[in-house]
DNA sequence: CCGGCTAATATGTCTAGACATAATTCAAGT
DNA sequence: ACTTGAATTATGTCTAGACATATTAGCCGG
């Protein structure tokens, strides 16, 4: 039987699991391990890539690798087109429009994605629904540069997906908060003000600027589940 | 000037980006990029398995490749240890060990975890401090199966910290919510009850079983940031 | 028309060897 | 002592070719 990348991968985790290579130590060179494993220099160096990735060890040329000391634990989170998060949990999805308007950025929106302030954008207010109750509530400000002429229906197809088909996203951050539902969220999703809401706030730059801030407030009880 | 596998990344994603190749599009295959870029398969190769990773494109073997049709963004989150979490907003880092009892495991943590109900189980409330302010209350619950013989002080090193460096954590899950402080959380950190809190769960799986279930209740405005 | 076998094909992985690059060590030269 | 530069070394990447594997298309018999 011979080794796979998969499987060196798997054997050299496992000896640092075991601590036959404690954290911080350095651990032999590529060449070693490819004799000692009968495989080419290049299959080992597949393996400790995707362990140095997973954060598990650090490499430095010359210097060798090593074990990492405090392993940073990286979790992903994948982030789902909401209709596809609703119907993944079995439930019908739905989305009302609630409101569609050209306003001027106010200071905050306009200072988070790099836009002059006063410029002319696109408010929308999507509720989005899961089995007929509220999912989220989605606020979103987007830049009308990036919108065709003329523009999508956005009471036909959610913004969230028409951007996300539409729109070639470049970089973006997202942000985790718990805030207290505001007299609107509280109005809109049935909630008593104040009820803590999990509020998942992201920004996102195309190739051409700024595309859009979205604040997706989430109804009670949501869950945002990663694995690692 | 000869092409590197991150550049032939680069030129493949803004064909993707700019629609030259729209999503659900097939895209030439690796042989004929190669020839195009006149370059080797195999970099090709390692070019679009980074894709892929990055959820960007999809690959099926006698298929092809092809433009992913609904991109799922990935974000990636790097959980460090709290003390460098801390460090790294500048503030200065402490902690208080607030309880530290041995109890049966009460049904919901056991079921969590896997273990049986009743087992007896290490329970720590830790209060994490930024710049002398509560920062994170930690509630864990520990597998004292795990623990060395005799176990660590924490008092001394906080068992979030004690864990990363001696336990060989194999596989876990985080979940975050939004809640209310409980009356405990309150009066611990500070805040009136019902205050909204960004609340971390994780269980964590080591080589031996089940290591920790773990509580992280943050402190108000707190943000978790990821970016993609 | 359908089920199953077979051949074709694109990706997945491996090898052996080469050169590139970064970082460290160590020897000069000022 | 301090700086500069060259040799060394481990990782990073690339090539050309090979075989492995999954999946599909098409053929063929019932």
Redesign the interface.
């Known amino acids: 039987m011979t080794l796979g990348w998969e499987e060196i991968r798997a054997e050299v985790l496992r000896r640092?699991?075991?601590?036959d290579w404690p954290?911080g130590a350095l651990i032999p060179g590529e060449e070693a391990l490819a004799e000692e494993f009968g495989v080419a220099r290049a299959t080992v160096n597949r393996a400790l890539t995707a362990l140095a990735e997973a954060?598990v060890i650090e490499r430095k040329k010359r210097a060798g690798t090593r074990v990492a000391?405090?392993?940073?634990?990286?979790?992903?989170?994948?982030?789902?087109?909401i209709r596809?998060d609703v119907l993944g949990r079995g439930l019908a999805y739905d989305f009302r429009l609630m409101a569609d308007r050209q306003v001027p950025a106010p200071v905050p929106v306009a200072a988070r994605l790099g836009l002059p302030e006063g410029q002319p954008m696109r408010y929308l207010e999507t509720l989005h629904l899961a089995g007929g109750l509220p999912f989220v509530l989605e606020t979103r400000w987007l830049n009308p540069a990036v919108l065709p002429d003329p523009p999508p229906d956005f009471a036909a197809v959610s913004a969230n997906e028409w951007l996300?088909?539409h729109v070639?996203?470049?970089?973006?951050?997202?942000?985790?908060?718990?805030?207290?539902a505001t007299p609107r969220e509280a109005e809109v999703m049935g909630v008593a003000p104040?009820t803590?809401?999990?509020?998942a706030e992201r920004t996102t730059q195309g190739?051409a600027g700024p595309v859009t801030l979205v604040r997706l407030a989430?109804a009670?009880?949501?869950?945002?589940?990663?694995?690692?």
């Open positions: 640092i699991r075991v601590r954290p954060g000391a405090l392993p940073v634990r990286r979790a992903r989170l994948e982030i789902p087109v596809l996300v088909t070639s996203l470049v970089s973006g951050d997202i942000a985790f908060t718990a805030e207290p104040g803590p809401l999990l509020v190739m989430h009670p009880g949501h869950r945002v589940v990663m694995t690692f």
